[in-house]
């Protein structure tokens, strides 16, 4: 596993249960049957997370991460974060090229660029990349860094 995401997993573990609602993870042949199915090639690290949370939401409200559909899981198909289903979800401007993985409490996507193979931040009030990540695991340390600025372990909001 990607020694950043597992250590974005270690401090996701040292929040209080309801801090975030994160689905339980999947067998990398599940995420492995999505690729072939739609000719995706997902980042490594995205998957090593999956396997641990298949998507779910980071400090509720927050930050809501998309997962794999398992039909043999709790996460229905209805459920709107769901890979598949960003595939045709996009904003009109938005590109082929760019796959949702994660929806910002304020609208903006995080999405990985299938052909460039970074991951990105697409601004939907612009309607472009505004922000670029090496990784999904360097993403994730962001993300982590930034939640773990306004809510302690106990889920409680930090004063500013």
Known sequence: MNHIVEECIEEIRKYKSDVHELNPGIERYIIEAFESKYNIKLPE?????????????????????SGVFDENSLI????RDL???NLTNKWPDMGDELLII??????DMICYDCERHVIVQWDHE??????EW???AD??????????????????????
Not at 53 to 64: A, D, H, M, R, S
């Open 83 to 85: 890979l598949h289903l």
């Open 102 to 107: 994660a929806d910002l409490i304020y609208g």
């Open 76 to 79: 229905e198909e209805e459920n």
């Open 126 to 131: 612009i309607g472009e990349v505004t922000i």
């Open 139 to 160: 993403w994730l340390r962001e993300e982590m860094k930034i939640g773990n600025e306004l809510v302690d372990y106990d889920g409680i909001d930090k004063e500013e």
């Open 45 to 65: 690290d995205y998957k090593d997370f999956l396997t641990v949370y298949n998507g779910g939401e980071l400090f509720i409200p927050g930050t809501v991460i």
């Open 134 to 136: 090496d990784s999904f």
